[in-house]
């Protein structure tokens, strides 16, 4: 399970031991009396058609590791208002309550409070999140379900997995089109997760499971209906990305198109809602895409014929990353071009020169984003292309430093306190308001490449 956790978003943040031993004491398995603990809670392994799984979900162990998870997330508070310490409170008042109104039937989840994520091209995603106590069920049930469902899942399906990431899939594609298969039918299909049609995805899930407390509590969270500018919307479509759920069920859906083409010995990899086919040729493309859109649309869902397309594998990205043929015709990957310039718009976002910080400062904004960026996209096999992107960083630093200094006589002191000869000083200094131009000259030899490891910042090279 502890693979599994991995899958999960985690924002970074010290977790109270105290508060955490709080809640430890006030879940218990039975209102007041004795613990009935399930075997094996920690996984929660239990053969689907047993029944009692939402019993295992409510485990006393099973709720700590789940309360555990939601707590490391720090997530915001839903519609409630309530953050992790004011749920805590209500749960040790209510538990009891809130248990036997799961275990009955009665339990009615919240609705989800909208957000619009903003993407990097400008557009907006919509997330819905649920207050505390919601993801604390919902990832009790997750812990449950995920190592019952995960086995029967294709191999070719590699998001939201214990044990899977993107790196995986995008190996998966480069050894496919190394194998000759160059061309990809790249399907996109519009707006997912906010047209999950229930009825189907609930049908989807009773054939991996017999449990009627599961099944009417996941349709209730399915039903939970979205709040929007203080006005609660119904939803009759889709299952919000938010909650720890979503992506369990999304996979619940989508696996019955990744076993069809498996069916057809197609050479394939999903992640969540991306999907890439690769075939030998345009016409056995055309072939693929028709049958995805009859797979599809038998699942009520629409494919966006603007962004897929048969196409060359060389010329489409597959989960921000791109491929290219090297010498002795080894197909690698790379960075996507609209990757690359989504990270140069962000690290001009996070240094704007007007920000009034010191550079200290702007080198902790930045240390985040350029390991998370560099962890993400460590695949890529074009070290020319790292080296560009350390140099065209340290000058857009460099320009910021300079600005910092802003007067030809600060410069010029702080350039001789770093070790700079007067005559470089100086060329500097006398250069002091033509900073992007300044940047990348003699200063060079001052503010090194050392300089900024000494500030602390990462290298992508």
């Known amino acids: 399970m502890s693979k599994a956790m991995r899958q999960m978003p985690v924002r970074p943040g010290r977790v109270s031991a105290a508060h955490g031993e709080a809640v430890r004491d006030l879940i218990s398995d039975e209102a007041n009396g004795p613990p009935r603990e399930h075997p094996d809670t920690g996984s929660a392994r239990q053969p689907a058609g047993t029944g009692g799984l939402l019993e295992a979900a409510l485990t006393r162990q099973n709720l700590q590791l789940a309360w555990k998870r939601i707590k490391a997330n720090k997530g915001a508070a839903g519609v409630d208002g309530l953050d992790i310490e004011q749920t805590a409170q209500v749960i040790r008042q209510r538990w009891p309550d809130i248990r036997q109104a799961l275990l009955q039937g009665r339990y009615r989840p919240s609705p989800v409070r909208k957000v619009m994520i903003p993407k990097p091209d400008g557009s907006q995603r919509e997330l819905g999140i649920p207050t505390v106590l919601d993801r604390l069920i919902q990832q009790a049930l997750l812990q449950v379900l995920q190592p019952l469902i995960d086995p029967t899942f294709s191999e070719h399906s590699y998001g939201f997995r214990p044990g899977r990431r993107a790196h995986d899939a995008v190996k998966a594609a480069q050894t496919y089109v190394q194998s000759g ?3 990809v039918v790249d399907v996109d299909l519009a707006k997912f997760f906010d047209r999950v049609n229930h009825d189907i995805l609930i049908d989807r899930l009773k054939r991996r499971i017999d449990d009627a407390g599961v099944i009417r509590l996941v349709r209730a969270y399915l039903k939970a209906g979205i709040m929007d500018d203080g006005v609660v919307v119904e939803r009759h479509l889709g299952t919000p990305q938010g909650g720890p759920l979503s992506p369990l069920l999304a996979n619940v ?16 990899a999903r992640y969540a809602d991306d999907c890439n086919v690769y075939v030998g040729s345009t016409k056995a ?15 009520k869902l629409e494919v966006n014929e603007a962004k897929s397309a048969v196409a060359s594998a060389f010329g489409r990205k597959f989960l921000g990353y791109a491929l290219w043929v090297a010498k002795g015709k080894e197909v690698k990957c790379k960075v996507a071009a609209k990757p690359l310039q989504n990270f140069k718009a962000r690290i001009r976002q996070l240094t704007r020169r007007s920000g009034g910080r010191s550079m200290e400062e702007v080198v902790d904004k930045l240390r985040p984003y350029l390991h998370g960026w560099k962890a993400y996209f460590g695949l890529a096999q074009t070290p020319g292309v790292w080296r560009e992107l350390d140099e065209w960083l340290r000058h857009r630093l460099r320009a910021i430093q300079l600005r910092h200094w802003k007067r030809s006589r600060t410069i010029y002191r702080e350039l001789k306190a770093l070790g700079a000869c007067d005559d470089v000083a100086k060329q500097v ?3 002091c308001h033509r900073w992007w131009r300044n940047s990348n000259g003699v200063i060079r030899r001052v503010l090194t490449i050392a300089y900024f490891d000494w500030l602390g ?5």
């Open 253 to 268: 859906l989508l696996d019955e198109v990744d076993k069809a083409l498996e069916a057809r010995g197609c050479s394939f």
């Open 429 to 431: 200094a006398g250069n």
């Open 285 to 299: 493309g055309e072939r693929v895409m028709a049958y995805l859109r009859k797979l599809y649309g038998g699942l």
């Open 457 to 461: 910042v990462p290298r992508l090279s």
């Open 181 to 183: 298969r160059r061309v």
